[in-house]
């Protein structure tokens, strides 16, 4: 696949505002693509799989970078770099899971370039999707990866509907255990969205990943104050400790008073469409302490409902223990 | 590698090993790169027209695009270059200013071995447009020595640690080790392991490359 030649010819749009990058997507609908910190996007157009008429460069929009306090919590602009996420002393003193989220996504000049609007919006890493086949989410009508002899290791263990890809962010993990809420722009205005909303699965939509639609951005996402401080916990299990995506990952935020479990919300991604929030094993913890008892009592839930594919069965006991150690810490 | 004794030990004082004498009014590597050059346009030609309609001017470019004609400071100069809406820092060093210190292995991202720092931040030249870089600064493997020819300690420590084994992904792994000192002068061996993560090498002089960076830390 991999060759060293040009990408496609496109028009490059470097605009400074947000409304002049609206009014591109306006202008050239499905012909135009986003481009964030590019790191997944010239990858794209190199293997020749999209091919956009117009890019557009967000990396100009002054507005879309930072990281700013608001009255509840804090608003990381969309084109902050993950660098940028792992390197703020607030992130790291009051939302330590998203910065060792950040932390952990590819390498150090991936994470140099690639921005947390960027790996949040990412496309799956299904191979064959990827390869430019034509399946179901590339608009054609059949699965690869779901076939008797088709290669599944990576997919996934809920949620399949015709496509069973899934979500290989780690940072929509994050934010979704610290309940981050997204906020969109379109031509009609701004809309905030959680983010357990923000992420759809092949049910919804089957060619998109994200509720954003092909004019709107995705500008920034606010951490709400409730999380602030609480206990987090991130791991990832991938094949490489670098570049790799995650085969899982967990991310959680508990709330733990004189000893008990006041509010939790576990997010494991790499085995669903979406980053899944473990429900059932929440209901459990809360109430209780957070101990090896009650982690084994919950984690031993976390995969309940999970229709595996034929060589992905490993990832039922990974994700329950991962839960487990979510929950009672990795001792 | 336990062995602290310099490389240099097999060679007179003051002289210098054969890869290091670019300087020298005519040799081997300079005459190379001359001929490099001369067919350069052709090579060149044959990335950039492969399957391309972007050459020629059958089009007017769409109101509010980037212009063509552009200056980039490279290594600290001004460098005029006609460059493609869809071309990446790695094409406009390599086939258009001459920069082929700067390796192009992947062209994916995932090996490191064009790494360049923008901003003295790494990044792999090949997943970054040309045109997203005016107004910074590029610093490429070129741009590291001093005037004199006196070379940066990292690259440097990489000759006394025999650090490259074949040397391709060398370029790469200065890069991420200057910009690992510039953020943190005296890493651990494991925050210099991390620092060079994004690098790979085929040979698998990983532990001679985290030699090297530990010694451009404890000289510099």
């Known amino acids: 696949m991999s060759t060293k030649d040009m990408m496609p ?5 470097q605009p400074t505002d947000i409304d002049n990058a609206l009014d591109l997507l306006e202008k050239y609908g499905e012909r135009s693509w986003k481009v964030a910190g590019g790191q997944d996007s010239y990858d794209w157009f190199k293997d020749r799989a999209k091919r956009p008429e117009a890019v557009i460069d967000l990396g100009g929009i002054a507005d879309l970078h930072g990281i700013r306090e608001v009255a509840d919590g804090i608003e990381i602009g969309a084109m902050t770099t993950l660098r940028e996420i792992v390197d703020n002393p607030m992130i790291a003193e009051r ?59 990576e997919h996934c263990l809920f949620g399949a ?49 994200t509720v954003v639609e092909p004019n709107e951005l995705l500008i920034a996402i606010r951490i709400p104050s409730k999380w ?15 570049w790799d995506f995650p085969l899982v990952n967990v991310a959680s935020s508990m709330i733990v008073n004189n000893g008990i479990v006041e509010d939790i919300r576990i997010v494991c991604s790499g085995v669903e469409c979406v980053p899944k929030r473990i429900v059932g094993a929440e ?14 009592l919950a984690g031993s839930t976390a995969s309940r409902g999970a ?25 | 590698m336990a062995n602290d004794t310099p490389q240099t030990a097999i060679r007179e004082p003051g002289d210098r090993p054969v890869y290091e004498d670019a300087r020298d009014p005519v040799t081997r590597r300079t005459f190379i790169k001359s001929v490099i050059a001369t067919g350069a346009v052709a090579s060149a030609g044959g990335f950039m027209l492969t399957g391309l309609s972007g050459c020629s001017d059958d089009t007017a470019p769409a109101a509010g695009s980037v212009e063509r004609l552009v200056t980039l400071n490279i290594n600290g100069k001004n460098r005029p270059v006609d460059v493609l809406p869809n071309e990446t820092l790695a094409m406009t060093l390599r086939y258009k200013l001459g920069l082929t210190g700067t390796k192009l292995a992947c062209d994916r991202g995932e090996c490191g ?19 997203s870089v005016r107004g910074r600064d590029v610093t490429t493997v070129e741009g590291l020595e001093q ?74």
Not at chain 1, 9 to 13: A, D, H, K, R, Y
Not at chain 1, 105 to 132: E, F, H, K, M
Not at chain 1, 178 to 204: H, K, S, Y
Request: hydrophobic fraction near 35%.
């Open chain 1, 9 to 13: 010819q496109f028009t490059l749009f």
């Open chain 1, 95 to 153: 939302y330590g899971v998203l910065a060792q989220a950040a932390g952990r996504v590819a390498s150090p000049q991936i994470r140099n370039a690639g921005t947390l609007g960027g790996n949040l919006c990412q496309d799956t890493r299904c191979w064959y999707y990827r390869s430019g086949l034509d399946c179901y989410r590339a608009g054609g009508n059949t699965c690869y990866a779901d076939t008797p002899e088709g290669m599944n290791r």
């Open chain 1, 161 to 209: 509907s015709r496509c069973v890809a899934v979500t290989p962010s780690d940072t929509a993990a994050a934010v979704t255990a610290l309940d981050a809420q997204m906020v969109i722009r379109g031509p009609a205005g701004e809309r905030v969205v959680p983010a357990e909303e923000f992420f759809i699965g092949p049910a919804i939509n089957i060619t998109r990943m």
């Open chain 1, 228 to 242: 602030a401080g609480a206990d987090f916990y991130f791991e990832k299990v991938a094949d490489r400790n670098t």
């Open chain 1, 283 to 296: 209901e459990i913890v809360r109430g209780s302490a957070p101990d090896a008892e009650t982690a084994d």
């Open chain 1, 307 to 331: 229709t595996p594919l034929n060589y992905n069965h490993f990832k039922i006991p990974l994700m329950e223990n991962l839960v487990k150690r979510a929950i009672r810490g990795n001792v």
């Open chain 2, 113 to 131: 071995a064009c790494t360049v720092l923008i901003d003295d931040v790494t990044h792999n030249s090949c997943s970054t447009l040309t045109h």
């Open chain 2, 147 to 220: 005037p004199d020819g006196t070379l940066h300690p990292v690259q440097q420590a990489m000759i006394d640690e025999l650090g490259p084994q074949c040397g391709f992904c060398t370029p790469g792994q200065v890069m991420s080790g200057v910009a690992l000192l510039k953020n943190n002068p005296n890493p651990t061996r494991q925050e210099a392991r991390e620092g060079l993560a994004g690098n790979l090498c085929r040979c698998g002089a990983y532990d001679h490359y985290l030699n090297s960076i530990m010694r451009a830390a404890r000289v510099s």
